[in-house]
Structures are given as C-alpha cells and as structure tokens.
C-alpha cells in the first residue's frame, strides 16, 4: 500500500531510525548500504535507480529524510528483492554480514581531498551550525509531547478505557482463529516533523479508516488490533507516531488493502479515508466548560511548540545546504554517474 514513507522521524526523544529493519524484511534479499558526506550524490543515485526501475515497470518505495524531505534517504524495489539505503549518521545502518545480502558503496571515494582541505574551517563551521540547531528543535518537541501527556492525565485512564473499548467494537474488528504461524510486522512513518511543516504522507490506494486522535489516545487500540491480525498470521505495517515513538499511529494491511490511521490535529489526514471515528468528541463528551478551555490552551500551546521545532530544524536544513554547496564542487560527479549506470547495469541485467 505505502509508495513512499519515512524510516526516521525527529521526535520528542530525538532522533529515531527504524532503519534496522530493512535487514530483517523478507521482502528484501540484497541491501547496498551508501556511504559518503554531504553532497556527494547518495540521494541522485537512488532517485536515478529509482525512475530506471519505474520505466522497466517495477514498483518503487521511496524512503524520505525527515531533515530533508525532498531528498531520498532509502529506496526498496520489491520484484527485484533490492534496498537502497543511506546508511550515514544519525540514521546508521552496518550490514549484519557484510556481503551476505548486504553490503557497502562507498560514494565518499569521488571526493577530491585536496581541493576538499582548504575548506576544512569553512566546513567545520557548517556542520557545528547545523548540528546547534537540533537542540531547541528536540527541546520544543519534548515540551509539546510532555503537554501531550498532560492533556491525557487531565481526561483520565477510565475515560480513555472506556471509549478505546467502544471504539474497538465500532471498528468491527474481526477476532481471528490463532496458532497459525504468526505474521511479520514493518515499521515505517507516515507521518514527519520536517523543515517544510508537518507532514502527512499517503498510506497508497485501500480503504482507510481515519481516527480523529488529538489527545493520543488510540495508540494502544491499534495495537492491539495489529496484535490480533497478527496473531492470525497476516503481515502488518504498523506507521509509528513520531509524537510518540513507541506508540501505534497507523495499522495497515497490505494483502487486504486496508488500514486504520490515527490522525493528530496538527497533520492533515488520508483524503481517501471511507470513515472518520471522532476519538475527540467522545472523549470530551460530559466534560466541564472549564476543564475543556483548559485543555484547548494546552493544545494550542503544544501547537505552537510543533511550529517552533520545524522552524528550528529549517534553520538547521539551511545550515547543512551551505555544508553541501561548500562540498560538492570537490565531488567527481562523472565518476557518481559511472557508478549509477554501471549499478543500473548490473541490476536490471541480472533481473
């Protein structure tokens, strides 16, 4: 279902990969793992890769930065049992077995060192600036996520309990027979805090069901219904909440072409989605005038904290833009093309 996606997320803990996983999918036999600074070509490569495959009609994930999302961090072709990834901090990736299935490509080669040298200051500089950045953007983050939780205490356990239950029951989850062999679960992000906003990536083409879920509440109903499809032996996408890492923003369901997506008031949702189940409304029904002004205060600061954090991690892609434009005139590009071409060679060849 999901063409495009992230595998990193900028969130109130800092930054989470969940790149490890491109290791243990089984969809994926080979790994090539990009190697090399800023501006020597990783992304251009794999969006080469990526339009070459799409023209011998082969489907295409792309893999987005979260720091950049107009630049490629990953790529997968399933038919061709390929992944691409950028395996450079803070998302590193190191083979399990270096050239059992995975292996290196080494981009940094094609730079010129020499010319590279006299830059060194200029370039420290850059980086430092850069990486100065990420902390009042983390910091923003972990403040809206602590007035998150908040909001959640101030609704109470029993009250959220109570409306997840009959939630469940109005999503008509089917309870399916287990011992079967369980399915497998994939992570992703749908969703990202990047320097151009909060972004909401399309879960593809099936029937969506969008939760309306500003206060977090449906993380562990998802959960347990992936739990239950899970246990019924199909294979899950979970899509994580970069507002909370460790909680379930999306179930989806590749073979049936189905999903269930919480949807945070602060990211747009699925224009697809066939039925929207308003967690909010139910949750804030009964409540006194007074508690509700409250909480609205508390959401509308926590927004503004969001707008802060991408406004400091704009700073920040600023910041690494002047690192590759210090960079990339140091940079064999007639040597990145030979390597693009003679990889597209070598897989569409092979395949």
Same mark, same amino acid.
């Given at each position: 279902?999901?063409?495009?996606?992230?595998?990193?997320?900028?969130?109130?803990?800092?930054?989470?990969?969940?790149?490890?996983?491109?290791?243990?999918?089984?969809?994926?036999?080979?790994?090539?793992?990009?190697?090399?600074?800023?501006?020597?070509?990783?992304?251009?490569?794999?969006?080469?890769?990526?339009?070459?495959?799409?023209?011998?009609?082969?489907?295409?994930?792309?893999?987005?930065?979260?720091? *950049?999302?107009?630049?490629?961090?990953?790529?997968?072709?399933?038919?061709?049992?390929?992944?691409?990834? *950028?395996?450079?901090?803070?998302?590193?990736?190191?083979?399990?077995?270096?050239?059992?299935?995975?292996?290196?490509?080494?981009?940094?080669?094609?730079?010129?060192?020499?010319?590279?040298?006299?830059?060194?200051?200029?370039? +420290?500089?850059?980086?430092?600036?850069?990486?100065?950045?990420?902390?009042?953007?983390?910091?923003?983050?972990?403040?809206?996520?602590?007035?998150?939780?908040?909001?959640?205490?101030?609704?109470?356990?029993?009250?959220?309990?109570?409306?997840?239950?009959?939630?469940?029951?109005?999503?008509?989850?089917?309870?399916?027979?287990?011992?079967?062999?369980?399915?497998?679960?994939? +992570?992703?992000?749908?969703?990202?805090?990047?320097?151009?906003?909060?972004?909401?990536?399309?879960?593809?083409?099936?029937?969506?069901?969008?939760?309306?879920?500003?206060?977090?509440?449906?993380?562990?109903?998802?959960?347990?219904?992936?739990?239950?499809?899970?246990?019924?032996?199909?294979?899950?996408?979970?899509?994580? *909440?970069?507002?909370?890492?460790?909680?379930?923003?999306?179930?989806?369901?590749?073979?049936?072409?189905?999903?269930?997506?919480?949807?945070?008031?602060?990211?747009?949702?699925? +224009?697809?989605?066939?039925?929207?189940? *308003?967690?909010?409304?139910?949750?804030?029904?009964?409540?006194?005038?007074?508690?509700?002004?409250?909480?609205?205060?508390?959401?509308?600061?926590?927004?503004?904290?969001?707008?802060?954090?991408?406004?400091?991690?704009?700073?920040?892609?600023?910041?690494?833009?002047?690192?590759?434009?210090?960079?990339?005139?140091?940079?064999?590009?007639?040597?990145?093309? +030979?390597?693009?071409?003679?990889?597209?060679?070598?897989?569409?060849?092979?395949?």
């Amino acid at each position: 279902m999901t063409e495009t996606y992230f595998l990193g997320a900028n969130t109130p803990e800092g930054f989470r990969s969940e790149y490890g996983g491109l290791q243990s999918d089984p969809r994926i036999r080979r790994l090539l793992i990009l190697k090399g600074g800023p501006g020597c070509g990783k992304s251009t490569l794999m969006k080469t890769l990526g339009a070459r495959a799409e023209e011998y009609g082969w489907a295409v994930e792309r893999i987005l930065c979260s720091s *950049d999302p107009d630049s490629l961090d990953g790529l997968v072709i399933p038919e061709l049992g390929l992944a691409l990834a *950028d395996g450079t901090a803070p998302h590193v990736v190191e083979p399990a077995l270096c050239g059992c299935g995975a292996n290196y490509l080494n981009l940094g080669r094609y730079y010129r060192e020499a010319e590279l040298r006299p830059m060194l200051p200029a370039i +420290r500089a850059a980086k430092a600036a850069n990486a100065a950045c990420y902390g009042p953007a983390y910091g923003c983050l972990r403040a809206a996520g602590a007035l998150s939780g908040a909001r959640r205490e101030l609704l109470g356990g029993d009250r959220i309990r109570a409306v997840t239950e009959e939630a469940l029951e109005q999503l008509s989850v089917e309870r399916l027979p287990q011992g079967k062999t369980p399915g497998r679960e994939r +992570r992703i992000y749908l969703s990202g805090i990047t320097p151009r906003g909060l972004l909401s990536l399309s879960p593809g083409e099936g029937r969506i069901w969008a939760i309306q879920d500003g206060y977090g509440a449906g993380g562990p109903l998802l959960r347990r219904l992936a739990e239950a499809r899970l246990a019924g032996g199909e294979d899950v996408v979970l899509a994580m *909440d970069p507002l909370e890492p460790e909680t379930v923003q999306g179930v989806l369901l590749p073979a049936e072409g189905q999903g269930w997506l919480r949807v945070h008031p602060a990211f747009q949702g699925p +224009r697809q989605a066939m039925l929207r189940l *308003d967690l909010d409304a139910a949750l804030e029904a009964g409540l006194p005038d007074e508690l509700l002004e409250g909480m609205r205060e508390l959401e509308t600061l926590e927004q503004r904290l969001l707008r802060q954090a991408v406004s400091w991690l704009h700073r920040a892609k600023a910041r690494h833009d002047l690192l590759e434009e210090l960079c990339r005139p140091a940079v064999d590009f007639a040597g990145v093309t +030979r390597e693009t071409e003679l990889l597209c060679r070598e897989l569409f060849t092979e395949s």
